[in-house]
């Protein structure tokens, strides 16, 4: 690249606007239930170089698995975060989301409705079997609570807590392990990283089959992930941090890949945060544990992955950013235009889209 593209590059990052990533989605496009078989939902394939895009068969990304690949997949597991309960003496509803444990039984929250919950008010779920009450506020008006209870803090959760489905899911959720992908492992998620729920075990068993490596990386999603974007200039924006880990073997496996030329295929937009945030200047993935606040956005040049499957996201969302970083702004908008007339299932629930170079599969 030239200086003077180089310039061009710069100026471009600069003037990058919220709006630059809105499209229009009817709202009967928005998934609301999951499929009865995972793997049946469908895939569009989008070549990041030309923007070719083709339609498929989730299961059908068999075909364009090759032994040689690594396969990144985020095993983080929801906990049933939603709270329902009430303000203790005056009995008025509220709604607690959890959001990340600060220590203890101490816990971020997110409170509903926030100015009836200031600090030193009490709360009280379950007709009293899990207590609580508000420490102080934070940024973005979240509370710090402090849980009283007696026995495991997990199991009254998974006694009173609800899913945190999104707000644009307004159907209830008939089975919530339809909300965790199959290799959910590690609890700490107030959301899932849907671009796995399209895969089964069956499925996960064939790609291995086929030689295919798999790593499983832990990203625990917080909702900053899928907080909208305010500020119209894009670089404004302060993504919120979440705690991942990586571990040997999920490292020397990735690693092993690109140096033997195969391809990093990362399952979902949490995974591909992992990855890049784990890697050195040299594209090396460290095995540990840390905090990232990676914004990913057009002008980010990865580092580790190579192809992503992902779902499709909201307009103006961050994930529409990042995936625009690995395919290009038109050609993603394109791409989507043609999900929307062919009237692919968009979110959570929704379909998938498989971004990769077609050339290197050849």
């Given at each position: 690249m030239t200086d003077g593209q180089i310039a061009q590059t710069e100026n471009q990052i600069k003037e990058l606007?919220?709006?630059?990533?809105?499209?229009?989605?009817?709202?009967?496009l928005i998934a609301q239930d999951?499929?009865?078989?995972?793997?049946?939902?469908?895939?569009?394939?989008?070549?990041?170089?030309?923007?070719?895009?083709?339609?498929h068969i989730f299961k059908d990304i068999l075909d364009y698995l090759h032994a040689g690949d690594c396969l990144v997949l985020n095993n983080t597991k929801?906990?049933?975060?939603?709270?329902?309960?009430?303000?203790?003496?005056?009995?008025?509803?509220?709604?607690?989301?959890?959001?990340?444990?600060?220590?203890?039984?101490?816990?971020?929250?997110?409170?509903?409705?926030?100015?009836?919950?200031?600090?030193?008010?009490?709360l009280v779920f379950g007709d009293g079997l899990l207590r609580a009450e508000v420490l102080e506020t934070v940024e973005e008006g979240n509370r710090l609570i402090h849980f009283e209870y007696e026995g495991i803090f997990e199991e009254i959760l998974d006694?009173?807590?609800?899913?945190?489905l999104p707000p644009y899911i307004t159907h209830k959720l008939q089975d919530k392990n339809r909300y965790q992908t199959v290799y959910a492992k590690y609890e700490g998620s107030a959301a899932a990283?849907?671009?796995?729920?399209?895969?089964?075990?069956?499925?996960?068993?064939?790609?291995?089959?086929?030689?295919?490596?798999?790593?499983?990386?832990?990203?625990?999603?917080?909702?900053?992930?899928?907080?909208?974007?305010?500020?119209?200039?894009?670089?404004?924006?302060?993504?919120?941090?979440?705690?991942?880990?990586?571990?040997?073997?999920?490292?020397?496996?990735?690693?092993?890949?690109?140096?033997?030329?195969g391809r990093v295929i990362c399952v979902g937009t949490t995974s591909c945060r992992t990855v890049e945030s784990a890697a050195d200047e040299n594209g090396v993935v460290q095995a540990g544990c840390d905090n990232t606040e990676i914004f990913i956005y057009p002008g980010y040049e990865f580092k580790v992955l190579d192809a992503l499957i992902t779902n499709f996201h909201l307009p103006e969302s961050t994930?529409?950013?990042?995936?625009?970083?690995?395919?290009?702004?038109?050609?993603?908008?394109?791409?989507?235009?043609?999900?929307?007339?062919k009237k692919y299932r968009f979110f959570s629930f929704g379909d998938a889209m498989?971004?990769?170079?077609?050339q290197k599969m050849l």
């Amino acid at each position: 690249m030239t200086d003077g593209q180089i310039a061009q590059t710069e100026n471009q990052i600069k003037e990058l606007k919220k709006s630059d990533f809105y499209f229009d989605l009817p709202q009967e496009l928005i998934a609301q239930d999951p499929l009865s078989d995972r793997s049946s939902s469908r895939l569009l394939v989008l070549d990041k170089y030309t923007g070719e895009v083709s339609h498929h068969i989730f299961k059908d990304i068999l075909d364009y698995l090759h032994a040689g690949d690594c396969l990144v997949l985020n095993n983080t597991k929801v906990i049933p975060a939603r709270l329902l309960g009430e303000r203790e003496g005056t009995g008025a509803h509220v709604e607690v989301l959890l959001l990340k444990r600060r220590e203890g039984d101490v816990w971020e929250t997110l409170v509903k409705p926030g100015k009836k919950c200031k600090p030193g008010t009490r709360l009280v779920f379950g007709d009293g079997l899990l207590r609580a009450e508000v420490l102080e506020t934070v940024e973005e008006g979240n509370r710090l609570i402090h849980f009283e209870y007696e026995g495991i803090f997990e199991e009254i959760l998974d006694r009173l807590g609800e899913m945190p489905l999104p707000p644009y899911i307004t159907h209830k959720l008939q089975d919530k392990n339809r909300y965790q992908t199959v290799y959910a492992k590690y609890e700490g998620s107030a959301a899932a990283p849907t671009a796995g729920l399209h895969f089964t075990q069956e499925l996960l068993g064939k790609i291995a089959e086929k030689g295919v490596e798999i790593a499983y990386v832990t990203l625990h999603v917080g909702l900053g992930t899928f907080r909208p974007v305010k500020e119209e200039n894009v670089l404004q924006h302060h993504m919120h941090s979440e705690f991942y880990q990586v571990t040997e073997e999920a490292a020397d496996k990735i690693n092993s890949t690109k140096q033997k030329g195969g391809r990093v295929i990362c399952v979902g937009t949490t995974s591909c945060r992992t990855v890049e945030s784990a890697a050195d200047e040299n594209g090396v993935v460290q095995a540990g544990c840390d905090n990232t606040e990676i914004f990913i956005y057009p002008g980010y040049e990865f580092k580790v992955l190579d192809a992503l499957i992902t779902n499709f996201h909201l307009p103006e969302s961050t994930l529409v950013m990042l995936v625009s970083a690995l395919a290009g702004r038109e050609q993603v908008l394109a791409a989507y235009a043609e999900a929307v007339e062919k009237k692919y299932r968009f979110f959570s629930f929704g379909d998938a889209m498989f971004i990769v170079d077609l050339q290197k599969m050849l």
